[in-house]
């Protein structure tokens, strides 16, 4: 069983820069490929950007390609979500989830494990 925490949400203007946080905990970290997803109001669960167990792979969404990174640390069992330039078409509620699987991972349905989401708001 592994347990995510999102952190680093928050209220910025666009233009600006937010470093979203997800520390796992449980389960053999490293075995896991991550992704981040984010929720509009209204709208579905869509995919953001996706890292592999090892962090060699990594596949963004059209959307943020060029302005979001997204990295593992897995001695700190923690994977990040640089997101800069942010416009307000990027607020929602950003999940980050996992599975234990050597492939990179892009769709919602592929992942079995969850966060409880972080808020991003950008103001224009």
């Known amino acids: 069983q592994v347990q995510l925490v999102e952190s680093g949400g928050g209220l910025v203007q666009a233009g600006g820069s937010l470093r979203l946080s997800c520390a796992a905990s449980?389960?053999?970290?490293?075995?896991?490929?991550m992704g981040w997803f984010r929720q509009a109001p209204g709208k579905e669960r869509e995919f953001v950007a996706a890292?592999?167990?090892?962090?060699?792979?990594?596949v963004y969404a059209d959307s943020v390609k060029g302005r979001f990174t997204i990295s593992r640390d897995n001695a700190k069992n923690t994977v990040y979500l640089q997101m800069n330039s942010l416009k307000p078409e990027d607020m929602a509620v950003y999940y980050c989830?996992?599975?234990?699987?050597?492939?990179?991972?892009?769709?919602?349905?592929?992942?079995?494990?969850w966060g409880q989401g972080t808020q991003v708001t950008v103001s224009s």
């Open positions: 449980g389960g053999t970290r490293s075995s896991y490929a």
């Open positions: 989830a996992a599975k234990a699987s050597v492939e990179i991972l892009t769709s919602p349905f592929d992942y079995n494990y």
């Open positions: 890292i592999s167990r090892s962090g060699y792979y990594i």
